[in-house]
């Protein structure tokens, strides 16, 4: 079976959904079960995005793209070092 794929966006909308499911008495198997969720996702996107609203989490999304991009950066920038540090003391 294919994995889905689900924005920050779709992730608040479904975590919203089945809170007010459970806030009408239903549990939280059956809420998810509704909302096309398993359980153990719930509880993880609810520990991820429990209070954000949508433009929060597209900002977090943006921010972990862009510490991303530089940790890659500084990767490759260390490997350069390295690089030149061997090179320059002559152990090639």
Same mark, same amino acid.
């Given at each position: 079976m294919a994995k889905k794929r689900y924005t920050?966006?779709?992730?608040i909308m479904k975590?919203?959904?089945?809170e007010v499911m459970t806030g009408q008495g239903s549990n939280v198997t059956m809420a998810c079960r509704q909302a096309g969720i398993g359980k153990q996702t719930y509880y993880r996107w609810r520990k991820e995005y429990g209070g954000l609203k949508m433009d929060q989490? *597209?900002?977090l999304k943006d921010l972990e793209k862009e510490n991303a991009?530089?940790?890659k950066l500084v990767a490759d920038l260390s490997?350069? *070092?390295a690089?030149?540090?061997e090179v320059s003391s002559g152990k090639f």
């Open positions: 920050a966006e779709h992730m975590l919203r959904e089945t989490a *597209k900002k991009r530089l940790k490997l350069d *070092k690089i030149l540090r």
